[in-house]
């Protein structure tokens, strides 16, 4: 067992990661990392850490749809479907919370 941000491991399983309540924690790699846009990633992060997609667009000068629209693409790319998905997996990266 590791703890990795609050939650119990089982790492028993290379790259099948558990929470104790058995939920499956994401896996991004590097590699899946790169097939985003800068802009995407940037998105991504600011998303991971927590911000609304209109408090995106305010930082970025984008519409809150845009924004929307960059992480409609990017998740199937990270192989995630909620934001609560990307903040798990990117909060797991080094370096990734670059905002």
Known sequence: MAILKGH??????????RTQYGRRLPHIS?????????QERRIADLTAGGLTNREIGE???????????????????????????LRDALGKLPGTRDT
Do not use: E, N, Q
């Open 59 to 85: 930082r970025m000068h984008l519409s809150p749809r845009t924004v929307g629209s960059h992480l409609y693409r990017a998740f199937p790319k990270l192989g995630i479907t909620s934001r609560a998905a």
């Open 30 to 38: 590097a590699a899946d990392l790169s097939a985003l846009t800068r």
């Open 8 to 17: 119990a491991v089982d790492t028993g399983r290379a790259g099948t990661g």
